[in-house]
C-alpha cells in the first residue's frame, strides 16, 4: 500500500466532509451535534488538509484504509457499530489488523432482541467487550418529554438516544468509523471515504462507502462472518424496533426507516 503522504495546511482550505448527507437528514438542532471546540484536522500532531487527504484515502479498498487509520490514529480511532451486516464486516477487518481495536455501540434500549444476540455471538467469536454508550431510559424520557416521543418528535428522540450518547463515546477520540455505504440511499450517496466529520469535530473512515450490498453478503459468506439474522427477514437496515420496518420491493436499502416521515438519518451520519 502506498502510504498516504500528510500535508501541511499553508492556506485555509473547506473541509473534506465525511458527513454522509448533505442538505438532508434531521436538520434540526436537537438530532445534531455541537463540533468539539478548537477541534482540528491533525494526524501525527501534523494539521493537515482534509480535502488532500480524503482523495488519498478514496483510492484504498476498505482493508487498506482500516489498516492505515488504525496506524495513524492508533487507539484514538474508535468503531461505531450496530450490529447490521456492515458492522459484521467491519468488525472482521478490524479485528485482522488489531486485535486490540477498540468498538462501541449507541444502546437506545429500543434494539431488536435479534440485534442483541449479535451483538454477543460477536463478542465470543472475536474476544471483543463492545462499549455501550447510552442515555436516560424510556420511562424517564416519557416522563420528562411525553409518551412515545420517537411517533411524535424523532428527531428529538434520536437526540436522546443516539446523538447525546454519540457524544458521550467520541469525548478524547481522533477518529471514528462507519459503516455507511453509498448505495443505501440518496442521503448517504455522496460520503466520503475519510474526511473531516465537522459534525462531532474529529475524523471520520467510512471503509465501505465504495461496496455494494452484493459485495458485502459476499464477504460475510465467503469468511463465515455471523451477522444480525434479521437480514435474512426481510430488514435490509436496521435500527430501533418503534423505527424500522421492512422497505416496499424496489425502495432503497433505508426505506424502511421512519417510514412515514421526512426523516432519513439518525443525526450522526449525516
Ligand atoms: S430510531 Fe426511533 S426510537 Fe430510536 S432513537 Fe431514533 S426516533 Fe427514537
Redesign the pocket.
Known amino acids: 500500500m502506498e502510504p498516504a503522504t500528510l500535508t501541511t495546511i499553508k492556506r485555509p482550505a473547506p473541509f473534506a466532509d465525511a458527513d454522509a448527507a448533505h442538505g438532508e437528514g434531521t436538520g434540526s438542532p436537537r438530532g445534531g451535534a455541537e463540533p468539539r471546540a478548537g477541534a482540528r484536522p491533525m494526524i501525527g500532531g501534523i494539521e493537515v488538509d482534509p480535502i488532500e487527504i480524503s482523495a488519498k484515502i478514496e483510492a484504498l479498498d476498505a482493508p487498506e484504509a482500516i489498516e492505515w487509520a488504525l496506524g495513524e490514529l492508533g487507539p484514538e480511532l474508535l468503531f461505531a457499530v450496530s450490529f447490521q451486516k456492515t458492522s459484521s464486516v467491519i468488525i472482521d477487518l478490524a479485528h485482522r489488523v488489531d486485535p486490540a481495536a477498540r468498538f462501541f455501540y449507541l444502546d437506545?434500549d429500543?434494539l431488536f432482541e435479534q440485534t442483541y444476540a449479535t451483538r454477543d455471538v460477536l463478542a465470543e467469536r472475536y474476544g471483543i467487550e463492545f462499549q455501550r454508550h447510552h442515555n436516560i431510559s424510556v420511562d424517564e424520557q416519557a416522563e420528562r418529554h411525553g409518551a412515545n416521543?420517537?411517533r411524535r418528535?424523532?428527531?428529538?428522540?434520536?437526540?436522546?438516544?443516539?446523538v447525546e450518547p454519540m457524544r458521550q463515546a467520541l469525548s478524547g477520540a481522533a477518529g471514528w468509523v462507519a459503516g455507511i455505504r453509498r448505495s443505501e440511499s440518496r442521503s448517504r450517496a455522496g460520503a466520503a471515504k475519510f474526511g473531516w466529520d465537522k459534525r462531532f469535530g474529529l475524523w471520520k473512515l467510512n471503509p465501505l462507502a465504495d461496496w455494494s450490498d452484493g459485495r458485502v453478503w459476499n464477504y460475510i459468506q465467503e469468511n463465515n462472518v455471523p451477522y444480525n439474522p434479521l437480514h435474512d427477514q426481510g430488514y435490509p437496515s436496521i435500527?430501533?424496533?418503534?423505527?424500522?420496518v421492512k422497505p416496499v420491493d424496489g425502495a432503497d436499502e433505508r426505506s424502511g426507516?421512519?417510514r412515514g416521515t421526512n426523516?432519513t438519518e439518525?443525526?450522526i451520519n449525516g
Open positions: 437506545t429500543l416521543l420517537w418528535d424523532p428527531d428529538a428522540c434520536c437526540g436522546i438516544r443516539k435500527g430501533c424496533t418503534h423505527c424500522t426507516r421512519w426523516k439518525c443525526g
